[in-house]
């Protein structure tokens, strides 16, 4: 359970369609449980975290490429989509700052995604830990105790 956590967190958490089915085949490879997987992405990027989450994931991305000295110097802005509207900029030049926002935006997922995807996977195994030794203790007083 906790590996089909982990695959599906990874992989909702990635900017692209088809989610869905690359958990199943993910899980069905790695022997992991489909369901849990399959409704995690919704868990990662539901309708309330899916904008904060790839707005995080931008703004890492692009803070890692700032810090490497490689970050694109065409991005988007507000600016941009009140020009487009107004005809101020062509929509190839909005679609090269889209593809290079879209970039970024993958490499900040790909981090934000391994570090959820750890800690679910984690939690999950240490949770199970403690459920279990509770249960053993639970168990050795009924039978001392009856």
Known sequence: MARAAAIGTFIGS???FGHVLSILLLSLWRRAYVPVGVVMPFVVTGPFTIVPFFFASYELGFWLLNLFGIAPAITVHYADIHEI???KISFMAM???LWH???ITWIGSLILGAGLALLAYVSIMQ???IWVIWRLHRRRLR???P
Request: charge should be positive; proline fraction near 6%.
């Open 143 to 145: 039978l001392h105790h």
């Open 101 to 103: 926002a879209y970039l």
């Open 95 to 97: 679609g090269d700052r």
């Open 127 to 129: 949770g199970w830990r």
């Open 14 to 16: 990635l900017p692209f």
């Open 85 to 87: 509207f107004h005809g």
